[in-house]
T-cell receptor, first 115, second 112 residues
């Protein structure tokens, strides 16, 4: 059974600081996604990582994937208040081209950035 | 604008009263799915559909039904809702190739 664990689950940090959210998973997969959710809102796609070593950056966020370590990181650089949200990673271990997409989500990391 | 539309957004109902949550996407995606989100449990897949007339169970299908008669629509049916189905529900459609999900705005359901 595929398990996806995020660390930490809660993170409170100050503006201007750097931090990393970790996403570990238990079964081999080459596909991992990061989503953002604001309170009371839907999930918004942030990054799609489709191979070992993939690195994507958007503004102050950077995501990477190490399939050998079964680990993805979401790095926040010089945090600003607008980045406060819950961040989810999701791991896919059966590709859609084979029919059944099996996407398993982590528990989410609630990030609060204080002025 | 590419979007996934769910209705209703909020619903309070009573045990046993059948209800349907509609979902429609305008991106011509073949793959659609339903998730429920509960505090501390993240998102869990209820059902998915790979194309018209092709559906299958996800991780938590008990108490739910789905149908896929048209490519754009994927309704979620609760035949006899119970309080443990009180949750936030998301419909999603998937971009082929990347597997990226596009979520609807969510439907918050309360069963009394």
């Amino acid at each position: 059974e595929l398990k996806v664990e995020q660390n930490p689950l809660f993170l409170s940090m100050q503006e201007g600081k750097n931090y990393t959210i970790y996403c570990n998973y238990s079964t081999t997969s080459d596909r991992l996604y990061w989503y953002r959710q604001d309170p009371g809102k839907s999930l918004e796609s942030l990054f799609v990582l489709l191979s070992n070593g993939a690195v994507k950056q958007e503004g102050r966020l950077m995501a990477s994937l190490d399939t050998k370590a079964r680990l993805s990181t979401l790095h926040i650089t010089a945090a600003v208040h607008d980045l406060s949200a819950t961040y989810f990673c999701a791991v896919d271990h059966s590709y859609i081209i084979q029919g059944a997409q099996k996407l398993v989500f982590g528990q989410g990391t609630r990030l609060t950035i204080n002025p | 604008e590419a979007q996934v539309t769910q209705n209703p957004r909020y619903l309070i109902t009573v045990t046993g009263k059948k209800l349907t949550v509609t979902c429609s996407q305008n991106m011509n995606h073949e793959y659609m799915s339903w998730y429920r989100q509960d505090p501390g449990l993240g998102l869990r897949q209820i059902y998915y559909s790979m194309n018209v007339e092709v559906t299958d169970k996800g991780d938590v299908p008990e108490g739910y039904k789905v149908s896929r008669k048209e490519k754009r629509n994927f309704p979620l049916i609760l035949e006899s809702p119970s309080p443990n189905q009180t949750s936030l529900y998301f419909c999603a459609s998937t971009r082929s190739g990347t597997g990226e999900l596009f979520f609807g705005e969510g439907s918050r359901l309360t069963v009394l």
